[in-house]
């Protein structure tokens, strides 16, 4: 089921394939790794079927011991730190038989939890004798969904050799844009660089430790990149292409960056943990006009919504009812605008702030905010109001710590600046000063 990937070790034994904690492995050492864990399964318990979650970041473990559950045919439940508040409820929902754990020295321990009742998705799998994978949304708008993908699905793509790559691996073990980059890296002979700490000074000193040459991560870190000036502080000249998702990305913060960085390419990517990740093309550097869609897709608007059939799609949920429509397309919820091939993402349409009959897409609103070189963060969302329906609100956190004076100065400094640069129904008549971040763990926007 792996010889693609098996293949491109064995031709490849010495070339680096993991950076972990300082120390190179080759593909000789992962390949090793992974033979042992094909004949250690049976100890923990892993047949084919099995439901196994298992908990770990990027390491020279937690990748050859992911390849080789789904080498054996399991089913696979990968969980993070990010997670560890939802941890035991997630191994409920998904029914795990077997818990493993990988800690920060790369050591294994495993646990079997009684297992839930079992789900029929998982039915099929077994049905098919094929592995599978469950990833759980990350519940940045509200609950946390668990989608069941068929692996022989999202393997298909990877088969096609593509660029041998230095990868930085920003999104986590358990988000699909995180499995993605570590499939592509290793079926392409690439080198995962796993980074301990996902700040903007640890990730672009392990680009410059290690030569990397592709940054996956999120508009909200780009933000954050820009604001600490972390870009100043190393030599980058190594980094050829930053893909950017999860989320709709304030136009100021890529103008922003595609000044700073002419020389890399600013790729926006495409992506749902039902669907996994589509391929996609800008229209500019700069421009958040995209083409999404590849082999194994196919995209259409519908009333403004973008819908998508596809391939590698999941099974279902196995806590909440199918997202499909009776024909077979997945309802995205992403308000877009059309211009030929390409879209550009307005942001979800529970997300659209309903002011007397204008819509008011948050993200336009926060761009134009996050011009302001005072502001570090801000979220744009609606509060009910009896005449208009809803107002515009902002919450801001400072770049600076300020006095009370330099609060007020600032909150009346985000009206007068929006006043300028927007239509007066998308001017916040609320503005708070917040403290605390308004992103989580995974450097995404919390919406709730």
């Keep these: 089921m792996l010889e693609f990937i098996l293949d491109v070790w064995k031709s490849n034994p010495d070339r680096d394939a993991i950076v972990w904690q300082g120390r190179v492995y080759d593909y000789g050492a992962l390949l090793r790794l992974f033979n042992d864990w094909k004949e250690r399964l049976q100890e923990l318990g892993a047949t084919p079927g099995s439901v ?3 908990d770990a970041d990027f390491s020279p473990n937690a990748v050859t011991l992911f390849l080789a559950l789904v080498d054996q045919r399991c089913i696979l439940v990968p969980l993070t730190a990010a997670s560890s508040h939802n941890r035991t409820n997630f191994i409920q929902i998904a029914g795990a038989e077997i818990v493993v754990s990988i800690d920060a020295h790369d050591e294994v321990t495993a646990e079997t939890p009684h297992a839930a009742p079992d789900q029929a998705l998982y039915g099929i799998l077994r049905e098919r004798r094929h592995p599978g994978l469950v990833l759980f949304s990350s519940g940045s708008t509200g609950k946390s969904k668990a989608a069941v993908h068929d692996m022989v699905a999202l393997l298909e793509k990877f088969k096609v050799h593509r660029k041998t790559l230095r990868a930085i691996t920003f999104l986590l073990y358990d988000h699909i844009g995180g499995v993605n980059t570590m499939l592509y890296t290793v079926s392409n002979g690439g080198c995962i660089v796993a980074v301990e700490r996902r700040d903007p000074d640890s990730v672009l000193a392990a680009v410059e430790r290690y030569r990397a040459e592709l940054l996956p991560t999120s508009p ?14 190393y030599d980058l000249s190594s980094l050829r292409i930053i893909s950017y998702g999860t989320e709709p990305m304030p136009e100021h913060t890529l103008k922003r ?3 700073l960085l002419p020389d890399v390419a600013l790729q926006q990517t495409y992506g749902l943990s039902e669907l996994g990740i589509l391929q996609s093309k800008s229209r500019e550097p700069d421009s958040l006009w995209v083409k999404v869609g590849g082999e194994g897709f196919e995209t259409r608007v519908v009333d403004g919504v973008l819908q998508i059939k596809a391939r590698s799609s999941m099974l279902g949920y196995l806590n909440a009812p199918s997202p499909f429509t009776e024909d077979g397309w997945f309802d995205t919820n992403d308000l877009v605008e059309v211009d030929g091939d390409y879209v550009r993402i307005l942001g979800r349409q529970t997300d ?3 002011v007397g009959g204008e819509k008011v897409y948050p993200v336009e609103v926060e761009s134009v905010i996050q011009e302001l070189e ?4 801000v979220t744009v969302y609606g509060e009910k109001h009896a005449i208009t329906g809803n107002i515009v609100c902002a919450d801001i956190t400072a770049a600076s710590r300020l006095d009370s004076s330099q609060e007020r100065e600032l909150i009346a400094l985000v009206k007068r600046h929006c006043r300028e640069r927007l239509q007066r129904y998308k001017v916040p008549l609320r503005v ?10 995974r450097f995404k926007k919390s919406r709730r």
Excluded: G
């Excluded at 909200?220 to 502080?233: D, I, M, Q, V």
């Excluded at 005072?374 to 963060?377: I, K, N, Q, R, S």
């Design 352 to 354: 659209i702030i309903n």
């Design 257 to 259: 960056l595609h000044e």
């Design 52 to 54: 196994v979650a298992l």
């Design 374 to 377: 005072a502001v570090a963060e």
């Design 220 to 233: 909200t870190f780009l933000n954050l990149l820009l604001l600490s000036e972390a870009y100043k502080r």
């Design 432 to 441: 708070n000063l917040v403290q605390e971040h308004q992103h989580t763990e």
